[in-house]
């Protein structure tokens, strides 16, 4: 029922809802017929809905590798987040998973519901992963070599320093970003970019989703991990779980607010990464997470909510993105609207107001050099605001259902 309520307040997302519908329906239809690749496709689907959807419209050979490179990453993520492995277990997996990828008959069991199948049946991904090119394994070995190194190292340090946090997502999601771009680079459609534009993809989505998950995080059961760092929140309270008490909701926000104006600072490396993507398909597969996560940002800034329960961009908001997002106009629309979200949100009291306010004006400045925002209207404010004339057609459409019921039951009677 909540979700006919959003659709009736935003009538424009019930479109993009349908066709994203239909996409992921054909998408879990295509489930290859061996039983390997079959296990590795719709257990992506089940481990992650969003990246999936994006990841299924690769080209095929890219597409398996990305595939097995996700899986591959997840199941080492699923060792990483297992509190109850004893550490000195845990290390030596972390470190040694990269080997393990080639050995069909290993498997380790950990994690819960979907990920539990994923570890029990890991031999169905080494299996597909001893089928990819020579290109792909060295690459997707390499990378989980030193992200598993950089977890292990993780496990018995805290996050203390913004340096730290930076150095903990590059490991997490960074080296994702280094990972597929040399994917890209092997499948012959994109050129090498430098590494540091590549690690800052990954850090803008790593740190948007620390930022949204606090709670989650915090509220872990048996034992909870936070990647906050320190040097950011100890200048709001003397322990991080104090953020989610109501008497401490004012530092709580502006505690927010400095971890958001640091997100921001990797947008501009990631507008110059995807201004450099020529195909189509890895254009989109990269720039639609990259505007949920802005999206996002705008919507946890100055949000006490973030403390109190889950800040999610609405399910048909995401439909329009995943729907409208094409070429680079379309990402600095984007990217412009959403900061143009975040800006009034600004209080001129938080500690870090002329920060975030210049970084917003930089992110702005940066969709403005490219020249083409006057070209479009906004796209996703614009239609925010107006009931469109779909929402005109779908009104006919309905009238005319319960007028034919109507009169199809009178001449009945
Ligand atoms: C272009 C397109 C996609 C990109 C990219 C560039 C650069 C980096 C990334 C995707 C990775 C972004 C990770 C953000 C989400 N964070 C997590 O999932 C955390 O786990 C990190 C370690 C495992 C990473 C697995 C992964 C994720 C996305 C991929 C991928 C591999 C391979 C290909 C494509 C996308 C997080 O997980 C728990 C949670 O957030 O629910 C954690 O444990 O911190
Ligand atoms: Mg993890």
Same mark, same amino acid.
């Given at each position: 029922?909540?979700?006919?309520?959003?659709?009736?307040?935003?009538?424009?997302?019930?479109?993009?809802?349908?066709?994203?519908?239909?996409?992921?329906?054909?998408?879990?239809?295509?489930?290859?017929?061996?039983?390997?690749?079959?296990?590795?496709?719709?257990?992506?689907?089940?481990?992650?809905?969003?990246?999936?959807?994006?990841?299924?419209?690769?080209?095929?050979?890219?597409?398996?590798?990305?595939?097995?490179?996700?899986?591959?990453?997840?199941?080492?993520?699923?060792?990483?987040?297992?509190?109850?492995?004893?550490?000195?277990?845990?290390?030596?997996?972390?470190?040694?998973?990269?080997?393990?990828?080639?050995?069909?008959?290993?498997?380790?069991?950990?994690?819960?519901?979907?990920?539990?199948?994923?570890?029990?049946? @890991?031999?169905?991904?080494?299996?597909?992963?001893?089928?990819?090119?020579?290109?792909?394994?060295?690459?997707?070995?390499?990378?989980?070599?030193? /992200?598993?190194?950089?977890?292990?190292?993780?496990?018995?340090?805290?996050?203390?320093?913004?340096?730290?946090?930076?150095?903990?997502?590059?490991?997490?999601?960074?080296?994702?970003?280094?990972?597929?771009?040399?994917? @890209?680079?092997?499948?012959?459609?994109?050129?090498?970019?430098?590494?540091?534009?590549?690690?800052?993809?990954?850090?803008?989505?790593?740190?948007?989703?620390?930022?949204?998950?606090?709670?989650?995080?915090?509220?872990?059961?048996?034992?909870?991990?936070?990647?906050?760092?320190?040097?950011?929140?100890?200048?709001?309270?003397?322990?991080?779980?104090?953020?989610?008490?109501?008497?401490?909701?004012?530092?709580?926000?502006?505690?927010?607010?400095?971890?958001?104006?640091?997100?921001?600072?990797?947008?501009?490396?990631?507008?110059?990464? /995807?201004?450099?993507?020529?195909?189509?398909?890895?254009?989109?597969?990269?720039?639609?997470?990259?505007?949920?996560?802005?999206?996002?940002?705008?919507?946890?800034?100055?949000?006490?909510?973030?403390?109190?329960?889950?800040?999610? /961009?609405?399910?048909?908001?995401?439909?329009?993105?995943?729907?409208?997002?094409?070429?680079?106009?379309?990402?600095?629309?984007?990217?412009?609207?959403?900061?143009?979200?975040?800006?009034?949100?600004?209080?001129?009291?938080?500690?870090?107001?002329?920060?975030?306010?210049?970084?917003?004006?930089?992110?702005?400045?940066?969709?403005?050099?490219?020249?083409?925002?006057?070209?479009?209207?906004?796209?996703?404010?614009?239609?925010?605001?107006?009931?469109?004339?779909?929402?005109?057609?779908?009104?006919?459409?309905?009238?005319?259902?319960?007028?034919?019921?109507?009169?199809?039951?009178?001449?009945?009677?």
């Amino acid at each position: 029922m909540g979700s006919l309520a959003a659709v009736l307040r935003h009538p424009d997302d019930l479109y993009p809802l349908l066709k994203l519908k239909m996409a992921s329906r054909q998408a879990e239809k295509q489930i290859p017929p061996e039983p390997h690749w079959a296990f590795c496709y719709s257990m992506l689907h089940k481990v992650s809905r969003s990246f999936a959807l994006v990841i299924q419209q690769l080209g095929t050979d890219l597409r398996n590798a990305v595939c097995i490179f996700y899986l591959v990453l997840r199941a080492l993520d699923t060792v990483e987040d297992d509190t109850s492995i004893p550490t000195d277990v845990k290390v030596p997996i972390l470190i040694a998973f990269h080997r393990h990828v080639y050995d069909r008959e290993w498997h380790f069991s950990c994690g819960t519901k979907e990920y539990k199948v994923l570890m029990d049946q @890991f031999h169905h991904v080494s299996t597909a992963f001893l089928e990819l090119g020579k290109g792909y394994q060295d690459a997707i070995e390499d990378i989980t070599k030193r /992200m598993g190194a950089g977890m292990a190292k993780f496990i018995c340090k805290e996050v203390e320093s913004i340096d730290d946090y930076d150095e903990y997502c590059y490991y997490v999601a960074g080296l994702v970003g280094l990972g597929l771009s040399k994917l @890209f680079y092997a499948s012959g459609t994109e050129d090498l970019v430098p590494d540091s534009l590549s690690n800052s993809m990954g850090l803008f989505l790593q740190k948007t989703n620390i930022i949204r998950d606090y709670l989650e995080d915090i509220n872990e059961i048996p034992k909870c991990r936070m990647f906050w760092p320190r040097e950011i929140w100890s200048k709001y309270v003397n322990k991080l779980e104090d953020l989610k008490y109501e008497e401490n909701s004012d530092k709580a926000v502006q505690c927010l607010n400095d971890m958001v104006t640091n997100a921001l600072m990797h947008v501009e490396d990631c507008l110059k990464y /995807m201004s450099a993507l020529r195909d189509h398909a890895i254009f989109r597969f990269c720039a639609i997470p990259q505007i949920m996560a802005i999206g996002t940002l705008a919507l946890c800034y100055n949000n006490i909510e973030v403390f109190r329960g889950v800040v999610k /961009m609405r399910r048909g908001l995401t439909a329009k993105v995943i729907d409208r997002t094409n070429n680079m106009t379309d990402v600095y629309l984007a990217f412009y609207d959403f900061s143009n979200i975040l800006k009034p949100k600004i209080n001129k009291n938080d500690p870090n107001a002329t920060k975030t306010l210049s970084r917003v004006e930089a992110i702005q400045k940066a969709c403005m050099d490219s020249g083409v925002l006057n070209k479009r209207k906004s796209y996703i404010i614009q239609s925010e605001l107006r009931y469109s004339s779909t929402m005109i057609v779908i009104f006919f459409i309905i009238l005319a259902i319960i007028f034919s019921y109507l009169s199809s039951t009178r001449a009945s009677k």
